[in-house]
């Protein structure tokens, strides 16, 4: 992420920047304490940093810290609640006017110390940020305006010449349009032009307008409908807008003798929930039906959106927030009876003139999970299309035809232009532009609302909203109050929505533990929010990667919540985007947190009373890459017991101080083709890495046969047919928020149209693009694939005539028999298995053979024994080595020990083994049933009956993509050639993974994509793409290493054999290159793989002590306590910090990095003496740079505690040091320790 602002460097080299946990001790150094302790007290620079809601540093050209600045919402008056502070300062102000003189018996003295006494001052943005002068344009602004728009779009100049302005000015006046410009110094240097004639067809049949009422003012017999038809507002508004608190006086009596049957009812559904809920933290509940103190919502789909009963129930926990079945990876469009456009109000007020009775679909991930996603390609027909509704009123909106600024004009500005604009055009209250999607975003847009296309078209085009009182309007934010409750109706009108308003009643009037709060513009309400109490956070912390956005040490002080609420649900018109995080910061302001969470496991339903408009300006938080796999530590026990009974549920996290961040969206079309490991860890990367807190991505789509590469009621024996990965379980795919972000499209890529860039898919389907990736790999694929384009029956002519059409080659169509498994997906897999315990059930004689030479077969073979299939009944047959003697003849494993280990496992279950056979032919029956499979060695003929056959034999890319591919003109040479940033020959379209090679001029065979981790490929193209989007980042070239000879050293090689086979292989510089693991064990070996890279000293002098025979379990070793640092997920962050520090106390000088290499440049020097080496050492263990790590570690733990409970946090030295003196077990301990290490060093 970017600290930076995008300023332009000021005087001096000046420039500012967000201040980061980092700078505090180069802030405490400039700091004037004399002069800020008698105004702030003294504080503490690290709780300002992350506490305030702007915290900023001005550096210089060195990038140097020279000044800080913190900002909060509130003063800073210690007896002042900062949620009632406008009120403290409101009637402070007038209190000499309203109190009466003789109300004291004692005067208090006057105080005439000006040092003691507290002034409040104020600061207008107008007197810091000089506003430009803003005018209609004249013909005398010609030349500079053209000159203005010359430099973004010459195209202009081109196709009307240089005096097109003057034209439009003075020749055509009668047309509608308007032209205002910025004014400096009587010269134009910014200009607008507005124009009223809109083709709304266009745009009501290419984009989702139907919220803003198709940009039309509504006529009179419109507002009369809604008023009709708005039943909430009958049932909830009437009642308060009649003089009544609530309209439980009217309903409670009808309601009354139907709450014991209910309650029963509900009381049975819950105690079923319970019996199969996955969720075990829940909060106590207390149900009390006779005077509503405690509303409970059902659980609806969206198709049952309408109750006609009351639900009782407690405030949410999060056993309420999540459901068993959560999923469904279709994007679908919302119902067309939520979220319409309220009542018709006046310009005075939020939405004049627009009502609205179709869908409201407005962000990609405004409400929940069935708004439609942003995105400008075409989707699969998996929705039945719908005509678009059309509206008969008045035009209500005008464009922006052109805009631009002087280079030397700051684009800020345009906000003024776009206040000028509404002014101008007073009896409009849209303003719409549009932006070519390849375009970067610009300053301006960030006051506009996005409008994502229809289902089906296709738009080179992104389209922005903006209105009128989201531009000019003065917004505000209260606690919500009774009277609310009549445009609360009106807003929730077609979303049904009665248990939201249930609940917000119950908060205001019966003062539960839930905080309502809403938006206002003027007088008009726009939002509403309700905020409950957080459960389970150090769960949270622990599960997803939570402490990356936020620092923990700094909210321990807030109590059990740690400063952190958690949205139960939030609804704001789409058209006030631009202040989403605006509201967001005052509802923490109020409820005193400094966070807000918010929890969702819901992906294939609507539920109104659990809705969050806020989702698309919050922080999507990942799962944590490291497993819990530690049972020693009692905590960590808990967590672990914990996430294996949860079901999986995404969470979105916005801090205080990111509120103040404005976001960038990018509408660049992004395609991604196949859903591998390579993919998911592109989509990771781009869409939440680190960047997410300012970056969206509006248009991004994934195409792939069977969509996210994870089942909705998927099994775990299903999971053990595949290798396994963390970042590809289930549970963690599960817990990223994918489907909100990006949409899905089954199906296959089956042509390619690098001209007008868009592919073609297999439902007939076109899907535009601007860039294009081919992610997919390779899948196992049909005993004959490609057989009719690579083996063709037919001889070719010697002469054909070009004037005689010839119909392209086309792949045929394998059919695979029923009972034979080419296992890919997980569908594929639980196909497969289901088939199989039919075996079971029918209580059968069966044979079950497996054919291959990978690591997959070996796979499916456990998962056979898994599910207590007879032994044998199973039959495999493994083709190695390979038929061709040109292929490598080295084993699958690459080691012999495993190689006799796995053998020899066969060979002790009995399960029937042929080697160096290779399939021929499968023999089918009537029924297209295979019955018997044909194989052949170099010697031997071998039939084998069959029942069920796993086919793990040849990998290929799909058939269909293969030919798209080779049609399109991309070059392919035994996979699709690539760059080193992977594009292909066309700049549009990138490519990784197994299925992709270098060209042969880079002469890198051996660094192919298929000889490493598909998910560090994935992350490493992510990056790429993420910065080259991201409008604030600039590339910082470093200096490349050069290697000046290519000789291999050999290293060290270390085994041990308890617990199972570890291997770990040293270079000779003692770096961990080669890790090997086999075991009956069901230990976390991504853990394992965490080691691969670092240093022999860093784990724990491991070649030590084998050397020293002290160590003969490599596992219990790695799985000790101390090793639980290098598992966790921000340890490369530990070691990346600790080689820029500083010695300590110090601001310059050089770092630990910087001064190893100057000590190793200092050894290697042919005069350098053997005696002056052994001085280095005590006098290095002296410097301050050991002070200074030892700080940073210390700290560093301090901030993972909640993975890391098991290493000496500083609070518990005390106890440490009086049980190790005075506990005879610990001090016999510490002894033993000292004696080891004695012995050792």
Request: net charge positive; charged share 25%.
């Amino acid at each position: 992420m970017s600290i930076f602002f995008d300023f332009k460097v000021g005087l001096n080299g000046r420039r500012f920047r967000r201040a980061v946990d980092g700078d505090k001790c180069d802030i405490e150094v400039i700091i004037e304490h004399k002069y800020t302790e008698k105004l702030f007290g003294k504080p503490d620079i690290g709780t300002l940093i992350e506490l305030s809601t702007l915290s900023i540093c001005m550096i210089n050209e060195n990038k140097e810290v020279i000044g800080f600045m913190a900002l909060c919402d509130h003063p800073n008056i210690p007896g002042v609640d900062p949620s009632d502070w406008e009120v403290w300062l409101h009637w402070t102000s007038r209190y000499l006017t309203f109190k009466k003189h003789n109300i004291y018996k004692y005067k208090p003295k006057f105080c005439n110390d000006s040092e003691n006494t507290m002034y409040f001052y104020t600061a207008l943005r107008n007197e810091f940020c000089a506003k430009l002068k803003i005018r209609r344009a004249v013909e005398e602004d010609n030349d500079d305006i053209v000159r203005i728009l010359a430099k973004k779009c010459p195209r202009l100049h081109e196709l009307y010449g240089e005096f097109y302005i003057s034209e439009i000015i003075g020749r055509h006046p009668e047309t509608d349009r308007q032209i205002i410009v910025a004014d400096q110094h009587d010269q134009a240097v910014g200009v607008m032009c507005l124009n009223s004639e809109i083709n709304y067809d266009m745009l009501q049949n290419t984009y989702e307008v139907d919220p803003f009422h198709g940009l039309k003012k509504a006529t009179p017999l419109e507002k009369e409908r809604y008023k009709r038809t708005n039943t909430l507002l009958h049932t909830f508004g009437e009642p308060i807008m009649n003089g009544k608190w609530s309209p439980f006086d009217e309903i409670k009596r009808k309601r009354n003798l139907k709450i014991r049957d209910e309650t029963e009812s509900i009381a049975k559904q819950d105690k079923a929930k319970k019996s199969h809920s996955k969720v075990n933290f829940v909060r106590n509940i207390t149900t009390q039906s006779d005077d509503y103190k405690h509303q409970y919502s059902e659980d609806y789909s969206e198709r049952e959106l309408r109750s006609s009963n009351i639900s009782l129930n407690v405030s949410q926990s999060v056993a309420n927030i999540l459901e068993e079945e959560p999923f469904d990876y279709e994007i679908v469009n919302i119902d067309k009876r939520l979220l319409t456009v309220p009542e018709v109000l006046s310009c005075d007020f939020l939405l004049p003139n627009t009502e609205n009775m179709g869908p409201r679909r407005s962000r990609a991930i405004e409400i929940q999970e069935t708004i439609k996603r942003r995105s400008s390609i075409l989707k699969a027909k998996t929705i039945e299309e719908t005509k678009s509704q059309k509206y008969s009123g008045d035009p209500n909106a005008f464009m922006i035809e052109l805009f631009g600024f002087r280079e030397d004009i700051d684009d800020r500005q345009g906000f003024h232009l776009l206040e000028a604009a509404f002014e101008i055009m007073k009896e409009y209250d849209y303003c719409i532009i549009r932006v070519p999607c390849k375009d970067r975003s610009f300053h301006l847009l960030q006051h506009f609302c996005f409008v994502p296309p229809k289902n089906n078209i296709s738009s080179d085009y992104a389209l922005y909203v903006a209105h009128r009182s989201s531009v000019l309007g003065k917004l505000r934010v209260r606690r919500a109050e009774i009277m609310d409750i009549p445009q609360i109706a009106q807003l929730l009108k077609s979303l049904d929505n009665k248990e939201t308003l249930w609940t917000i009643e119950n908060t205001i009037l019966l003062k539960n533990k839930l905080q309502c709060y809403v938006l206002l513009t003027s007088t008009t309400l726009v939002g509403i929010g309700i905020i409950e109490q957080p459960e389970q956070i150090d769960f949270i912390r622990a599960k997803f990667n939570l402490d990356a956005h936020r620092l923990h040490k700094y909210y321990a002080s807030e109590g059990y919540n740690c400063g952190i609420s958690t949205l139960k649900a939030v609804l704001v018109y789409p058209v006030f985007e631009a202040h989403f995080r605006f509201f967001a910061r005052e509802m923490m302001r109020f409820s005193g947190s400094y966070s807000i969470l918010w929890l969702t496991a819901y992906r294939n339903k609507w539920l109104t009373h659990k809705a969050n408009s806020l989702v698309g300006s919050m922080i999507p938080l990942l799962p944590r890459k490291s497993e819990i796999d530690c049972t020693s530590i009692g905590e960590l026990r808990r967590i672990r017991k914990l996430s294996k009974t949860v079901i999986a549920f995404s969470s979105w996290f916005l801090s205080k101080k990111l509120t103040s961040i404005p976001q960038i969206n990018v509408d660049t079309r992004l395609v991604i083709v196949g859903a591998s490991r390579t993919a998911m860890a592109f989509l990771n990367t781009l869409l939440f890495s680190d960047s997410c807190s300012y970056l969206l991505f509006t248009n991004v789509t994934l195409i792939s046969p069977n969509g996210l590469p994870y089942n909705k009621r998927s099994k775990p024996i299903s999971e053990m047919m595949f290798k396994k990965y963390r970042t590809n379980s289930e549970k963690f795919l599960k817990s990223v928020p994918y489907t909100y972000y990006v949409n899905i499209i089954q199906a296959t890529m089956v042509e390619i149209n690098k001209r007008e860039k868009y592919i073609t898919l297999s439902n007939k389907e076109r899907c535009a693009y601007d860039m294009l990736f081919l992610l997919f790999g390779k899948q196992f694929q049909h005993p004959d694939y490609l057989k009719s384009v690579f083996q063709r029956s037919d001889k070719m002519s010697q002469y054909t005539r070009l004037d005689v059409p010839k119909a392209s080659l086309k792949p045929v169509i394998n059919y695979t028999p029923t009972n034979v498994f080419i296992v890919n997906t997980l569908t594929d897999a639980n196909r497969a298995l289901n088939f199989v315990k039919a075996f079971k059930w029918n209580d059968m004689d069966y044979d079950i053979i497996v054919y291959g030479a990978t690591k997959h077969a070996y796979c499916c073979l456990a998962t056979l024994v898994e599910m207590k299939i007879p032994v044998e009944n199973i039959i495999f047959v493994e083709p190695f080595p390979h038929e061709n003697i040109r292929k490598t003849r080295v084993s699958y494993f690459c080691n012999v020990y495993i190689d006799k280990s796995v053998t020899e496992v066969l060979k002790n279950l009995r399960i029937k083994a042929y080697r160096s056979y290779y399939f021929q032919n499968w023999v089918t029956d009537s029924d297209n049933f295979v019955t018997h499979v044909d194989f052949l060695s170099h010697h031997h003929f071998l039939r084998l009956k069959c029942s069920a056959f796993f086919y793990y034999g040849f990998r290929g890319v799909n058939k269909q993509a293969f030919i798209a591919i080779h049609k399109s003109g991309i070059a392919y040479d035994g996979g699709i050639l690539i760059d080193h940033e992977f594009r292909t020959k066309d700049h549009s379209i990138y490519a990784a993974g197994p299925a992709t090679r270098y060209y042969r001029k880079y002469y890198a065979d051996n660094k192919r994509h298929k000889y490493y981790d598909a998910y560090e490929i994935g992350s490493k193209l992510g990056y790429l793409i993420r910065n080259q989007l991201d409008p604030l980042f600039t590339e910082v070239k470093q200096e490349q290493e050069k290697y000046t000879n290519n000789s291999v050293k050999s290293g060290l090689v270390m085994e041990t054999f308890k617990e199972g086979y570890f291997k770990l292989h040293l270079t000779n510089d003692f770096i961990v290159d080669g890790i090997t693991c086999l075991t009956p064990q069901s230990y976390s070996l991504d853990n394992f793989t965490k080691l691969y890279g670092l240093s022999a000293t860093v784990l724990n002098n491991v070649h030590l002590r084998y050397t020293a025979k002290k160590l003969d379990n490599f596992y219990k070793f790695f799985r000790a306590p101390w090793a639980y640092f290098i598992y966790h997920d921000q340890s490369k962050e530990l070691f990346a910090m600790a080689k820029e520090l500083l010695p300590k106390g110090q601001r310059q000088g050089d770092t630990l990095a910087e001064a190893m290499r100057n000590i190793g440049g200092k050894l290697s020097h042919p005069s350098f003496k053997f005696q002056t080496g052994l001085k280095i050492k005590p006098s290095f263990e002296k410097s301050p740079h050991v002070e200074a790590i030892t700080d940073y570690v210390i700290e560093w733990l301090s901030e993972h505690d909640v993975l890391l409970p098991m290493y000496l946090q500083p609070w518990q030295v005390t106890q440490y040091g009086h049980d190790t003196n005075y506990n005879p077990a610990l001090g016999k301990k510490k002894n033993s320790i000292a004696k080891l290490l004695s012995n050792i060093f």
